[in-house]
C-alpha cells in the first residue's frame, strides 16, 4: 500500500489452482480485493486511492459510477465489497509502478484462508454500518449524559487522583 507515494507495507501470495484460471482482469480485480482485505485495519474509515495497472477495472470500480449490472458476477461482487470502504481509484502504467510488479513476481505458496471469497454477510454489515447515525457529535453528547462516563471523562482529562472512587 502507498501512503503519501512512501511504501509503508508489502504483501503478496499466489493463485491458488482454480484462480489461475480467471482471466486477466479478475486475476488484476483479485489483487486489489486481496489489498484491501490484508490492510482492512489501516484503510476502513479513511479515504484511500487505489492504483492499477489496468485500465478497465478503474470504470468498474470507480466509486462515483456505483456497482455496473453489465459486469460479469464475479466483479460485482468485489465491487459490492469495496463499496464499504472510501476510496479513489486510479490508473498508473505499468512502467510508473515496477516495485509493485516486481513483488507480484516473487512466489509465495498459498493458503487456504488466501483463496477464501469474502462473505455476503461481511459486506451487508460494512453497508449497515454506513446508515447508523453514531458520529463524533452524537458520543459527545451521550457521553455528557451519563454520570459515569461524564467522570470518567473529566478524570481523564484532568489527571486521576488515588482517592477517585470510579
Given at each position: ?21 480467471y ?6 480485480a ?13 484503510l ?9 495497472d ?26 459490492l465489497f ?46 449497515q454500518l ?37
Amino acid at each position: 500500500m502507498v501512503e503519501r507515494s512512501a511504501l509503508f507495507a508489502f504483501a503478496s501470495r499466489s493463485l491458488n489452482k482454480a484462480e489461475r484460471n480467471y482471466s486477466q482482469i479478475d486475476k488484476e480485480a483479485l489483487g486489489i480485493i486481496f489489498g484491501v482485505k490484508k490492510f482492512h485495519t489501516y484503510l476502513y474509515g479513511r479515504k484511500f486511492t487505489l492504483i492499477t495497472d489496468h485500465m478497465p477495472l478503474v470504470s468498474i470500480f470507480n466509486p462515483k459510477k456505483g456497482i455496473s449490472t453489465t459486469s460479469a458476477a464475479r466483479l460485482q461482487r468485489y465491487a459490492l465489497f469495496l463499496s464499504g470502504y472510501t476510496y479513489d481509484i486510479e490508473y498508473k502504467n505499468t512502467n510508473k509502478h515496477t516495485n509493485a510488479d516486481a513483488l507480484s513476481r516473487i512466489p509465495q505458496e498459498s493458503t487456504e484462508a488466501d483463496g477464501e471469497e469474502f462473505d455476503a454477510v461481511d459486506v451487508f454489515m460494512l453497508k449497515q454500518l454506513e446508515h447508523l447515525s453514531l458520529t463524533n457529535n452524537n458520543i459527545r453528547r451521550e457521553t455528557a449524559r451519563d454520570k459515569i462516563l461524564s467522570r470518567v471523562y473529566e478524570l481523564v482529562q484532568k489527571g486521576w487522583t488515588v482517592n477517585d472512587d470510579i
